[in-house]
């Protein structure tokens, strides 16, 4: 910037300096009515905030949308970075779990592309399931449509649709999010491409003999009339019957004396069960106590518990202790049935059974839990099953309970029965941990059924292998996914469902015969790829089932096609193998990155993990971030029920009602990475305002930095070397925060990131350096060296500043690429992530005399401004610059350093420090006992103990103090500081750099 006559522009700059505009000679003087030449920067373009929409138009306009095809073509040195995105359901609008979700993708992708790597980022969407077929269902409902007569074809079209739109919509929100990915070819799990290549995993599973047929209890969902997995499960505290039952043993010749009339006390939360009761188990390592009842009906009764639950019984029924006995005299024995007269069920050992609730004796229904299921298969009990679709017991349970919801009036029906009986002891409501439907958030029950599995059990050995490679964010994650796979039980894959991806199988309606090869499979695979997905419902059996295939398995009876559909866990479970690149051996790579919510522990990790183990013995994925639910200011979670949903938009635009201001498009990615999103991300007023405040602070800097660098060139720079202290000392600072931002960018501590550039951004900058840089750039020579050594380091902190927030702000760095002043000598930047990672100067990171002296200033500045704010409240000064400043401090050293940067004197108007503190003079006093000395100052700080371990590298701290007072000389018109020696007189400084003008 060539030395000027000050022009329109700089408003704030000329209100520092006691400017105004004359309207009747155009030229700006001072409020004596002089005019002076002063450097004060032009009006730029650039503000300090845009509005929400212009922000969001600016998404296109400043080319965010095309970095993908440009990294993709520019960055081939580089390494391939793969992130695999967990596809969202299509279903519902954009919320702000989708936002949290996706900028922290994008943000990793963001600085990988800085890094000079390839990013392959493919969007995706989960299109099958059940929310998706509900809601079609309920708006046929609304038309007065009978479901049962609507075919499955118009089903599936409808839910198509319904998924097609929602994928738009939400990718419509996503990108105005400023999300960097391949926008062009998202993925769909409705596609045909991606379904076929899903059956082609299918077929492999059933290669490799991990797919099987059979009856089992499975989780049954009542309200969605389908099987659930584990990861479709919630758990809600709900009420059930607490209920002790009386199981009496049967005489018999092996029967021990001592048993003779007693009854096994069995507890369940479930009497609706009972009716399928094949079995009491116990526990052979345990002893049993045989008690006497002393209280109510049960009085005189002799009853056999385990030995270890007697203190918790006493608070259900008061009894004496007769004898204890091993557990292994139960073994052989029989009890009756306590439904079923005269039927006897064994009693049995069972390692399932274990000590800290109930009474140690386990009733044992084979069609209704894992664990009994595992011991009916071990000693060959009965599966029966008596209970339907619809969760009610089938005629089979007897006419007294025949029709009846087993959760309501089955359960009520069944203890009626056992208190006829006289074998219920106690009953009593009981709130326990309940499993219900992730959707529905109804109540399932464990019924048994033939469906399609996976066998999981080698699988999870070899999975909990593959995940010492692994790395997690937070570290701990790991463990929650570790737990899982090691009581994960086999994988029921079958839905009975319409919207999905079919089970290629045909059955036999004549026998029980049926027919599912690795072959008919890669059939029906090449079939969906020839015609669509929605070719195993449309075409005829004899387009899908080869003839001979049919006649060898078959003969001459009549063949159905399966109608169960996949389960959801497996589609997305296998997005690997369609979506990932393709490595030197034809497999699919490993990606660089999962990120998604906590609840994919049990979901999406979990089934990617299994399918990648089952096919290529390796997880997916060689890192694994997993983030939290965003909850409102009360840890509550968001439902429209409560008022409480807070929306992307809301954030973006502002929400006048609830006062939420507006935080633009990069101010909704701040929220994002200042979130504590590895545990609970939250979203309130605190929040909301730290993630306000960033942006416009940010953008602010960098206008600073725009306005004073226009006209600067590299030719006038001040080597490294030759920089005044306080501008060494700011790239010292600037560069630890670069360092910083490497460090936690790599460990994805995003919110460190931020919070390290905000810190920098407004105490070091702002507060402090911008403060002592007024002098220098606004009343020196236009090309004095002290100017050109605070340009060079302005000119180091733009080049780095727009870059370092690029992956948080990509809208405002593009738009200071957009803005970026032309220095000449400089190549200008074409883009926000074309130039790379700044790279730190290890030089710049010493602890220097200078940086160290600086570093102190700052301290004693901060103690000094809080003190000068005073006087001016006061109404004794109008700016600090009308102040002396006496600086009182207990450490030689310290008064030492502060020397050196005034100008090697103890006094002085005119220093390093004077800059730095923006004062008229400064006094320095060294004193043992610095409160004693500033006692009876009017305007003094309080006393500090500051540490010197930074200043001296020793453990040691020095009290200190600053006094302010009106200045003892006259106020300069030119620059306000007041050290001229008359009223009215330019300082010694301003009246040269006035008089080399007149000569220039």
């Known amino acids: 910037m060539v030395f000027q006559q000050i022009s329109r522009g700089g408003t704030r700059v000329r209100a520092l300096l006691g400017l105004k505009y004359c309207c009747s000679s155009g030229r700006f003087i001072c409020r004596h009515g002089s005019s002076y030449n002063m450097n004060v920067p032009p009006n730029i373009p650039f503000k300090r905030s845009h509005t929400s929409v212009h922000e969001v138009a600016m998404v296109k306009e400043l080319g965010l949308e095309s970095l993908y095809s440009w990294q993709q073509e520019n960055n081939v040195r580089g390494e391939d970075f793969i992130l695999h995105d967990g596809p969202p359901y299509a279903n519902g609008v954009p919320h702000l779990g989708h936002a949290l979700n996706k900028i922290l993708k994008d943000i990793t992708a963001r600085y990988q592309v800085m890094k000079g790597n390839r990013v392959h980022f493919r969007p995706g969407w989960d299109c099958h399931g059940l929310p998706i077929e509900a809601q079609v269902m309920r708006n046929l409902e609304k038309e007065k449509r009978k479901l049962s007569e609507i075919p499955t074809k118009e089903i599936r079209r409808l839910a198509r649709e319904h998924a097609s739109s929602f994928v738009e919509s939400q990718g419509k929100a996503m990108r105005s999010w400023a999300i960097m990915a391949d926008w062009e070819n998202p993925y769909l799990t409705m596609s045909s491409d991606y379904v ?212 309501s009036h089955g359960n009520k029906e069944v203890l009626a029965m056992l208190k006829e009986k006289g074998i219920l002891l106690a009953d009593k409501e009981f709130v326990h941990r309940y499993p219900v439907d992730w959707r529905t958030k109804q109540p399932v029950i464990t019924r048994p059924m033939v469906q399609w599995f996976i066998s999981v059990d080698n699988l999870a050995k070899t999975a909990l292998a593959c995940l010492e490679s692994v790395s997690f964010v937070p570290s701990d994650a790991v463990k929650m996914l570790q737990e899982m796979l090691l009581v994960r039980s086999d994988w029921c894959i079958s839905r009975q469902r319409s919207w999905g991806v079919p089970i290629p199988a045909f059955y036999s309606t004549e026998s029980d015969k049926y027919l599912m090869t690795p072959e008919l499979i890669q059939h029906t695979q090449a079939l969906v790829k020839e015609h669509g997905p929605e070719y195993w419902w449309e075409a005829d059996i004899d387009q899908l089932l080869p003839r001979d295939l049919r006649e060898k398995v078959f003969g001459t009876e009549e063949v159905v096609r399966g109608t169960d559909t996949m389960d959801v866990w497996f589609d997305s479970g296998t997005s690997w193998a369609s979506v990932l690149p393709a490595g030197e051996d034809g497999s699919p790579k490993v990606a660089d990155l999962y990120v998604e919510g906590v609840d994919q522990t049990r979901g999406w990790f979990q089934s990617s993990l299994l399918t990648s183990v089952a096919l290529h013995q390796r997880a997916p994925y060689k890192k694994v971030l997993t983030h939290g639910f965003v909850l409102d200011g009360s840890g509550e979670k968001m ?362």
């Open 196 to 407: 076929a290549s899903q059956l082609g995993v299918f077929s492999a599973f059933h290669e490799k003999g991990l797919l099987y047929r059979g009856l089992k209890p499975v989780h049954w969902s009542m309200s969605s009339r389908t099987t659930l997995a584990e990861a479709e499960l919630e758990y809600k505290d709900l009420p059930s019957p607490s209920t002790y039952i009386r199981f009496p043993l049967v005489s018999a010749s092996n029967l021990p004396p001592s048993l003779s009339n007693v009854s096994l006390l069995v507890w369940t939360t479930t009497p609706w069960t009972l009716p399928a009761n094949e079995a009491v188990c116990f526990n052979s390592g345990f002893s049993y106590s045989i008690v006497q009842s002393t209280s109510g009906d049960s009085s005189g009764q002799k009853l056999l518990v385990s030995s270890r639950e007697l203190d918790s019984l006493s608070n259900v029924f008061e009894f004496t202790v007769l004898e204890e006995i091993a557990g292994s005299a139960l073994a052989g024995l029989h009890c009756l049935h306590p439904i079923r007269p005269d039927t006897a069920v064994p009693v049995l050992p069972a390692a399932h059974v274990r000590p800290g609730s109930g009474t140690g004796l386990v009733h044992t229904a084979p069609s209704h839990g894992t664990p009994d299921f595992a011991v009916g298969t071990k000693h060959s009990l009965d599966v029966v099953s008596l209970v339907d679709d619809r969760g009610c017991f089938e005629e089979a349970a007897g006419p007294r309970l025949a029709g009846k919801f087993v959760l």
């Open 639 to 1000: 439902s429209k029920s409560k008022g409480n949903v807070t929306n992307p938009n809301d954030l973006v635009f502002g929400h006048k009602n609830r006062r939420i201001p507006q935080l633009g498009v990069d101010g909704l990615r701040v929220w994002a990475a200042l979130s504590k999103y590895t545990t609970v991300p939250t979203v309130d007023d605190a929040s909301v305002s730290v993630a306000a405040s960033v942006i416009p602070r940010v953008r602010f800097t960098i206008r600073y930095l725009i306005q004073n660098l226009q006209g600067f060139g590299v030719e006038r720079r001040v080597p490294l070397d030759d920089l005044l202290p306080l501008d060494r000392y700011i790239l010292y600072k600037l560069h630890n925060v670069l360092s910083d931002f490497g460090e936690s960018m790599e460990a994805m501590d995003y919110s460190r990131t931020v919070h390290s550039l905000y810190k920098f951004v407004n105490r070091d900058l702002s507060a402090f350096y911008f403060s002592a840089l007024k002098d220098r750039l606004y009343a020196r020579a236009s090309d004095s060296y002290e100017r050109r050594s605070a340009l060079t380091v302005l000119h180091d902190l733009l080049d780095v500043l727009y870059r370092v927030i690029a992956p948080f702000a990509p809208v405002s760095a593009e738009d200071v690429v957009h803005h970026y002043p032309d220095i000449a000598g400089a190549v200008k930047p074409t883009g926000a992530f074309h130039h790379g990672i700044p790279t730190v100067d290890r030089r710049l990171l010493e602890e220097t005399e200078d940086v160290l002296d600086c570093a102190l200033g700052q301290k004693i500045q901060a103690m000094y401004k809080v003190t000068a704010d005073r006087l001016m409240f006061d109404g004794k000064i109008s700016t600090c610059k009308a102040a002396d400043v006496d600086v009182y401090a207990s450490e030689e050293r310290a008064i030492q350093s502060l020397t050196r940067l005034n100008g090697g004197v103890t006094s002085s108007n005119l220093s390093h420090l004077t800059d730095l503190m923006q004062c008229a003079t400064v006094h320095l006093h060294y004193v043992a006992d610095v409160p004693a000395a500033c006692h009876d100052q009017a305007y003094v700080s309080p006393v500090e103990a500051i540490s010197l371990g930074q200043v001296t590298g020793e453990d040691m701290s020095v009290n200190a103090a600053t006094v302010c007072r009106v200045a003892s000389l006259h106020r300069c018109p030119r620059c306000w500081r007041s050290v001229s020696a008359e009223e009215g007189e330019l300082c010694h400084l301003c009246h040269s750099v006035e008089e080399a003008v007149k000569k220039a």
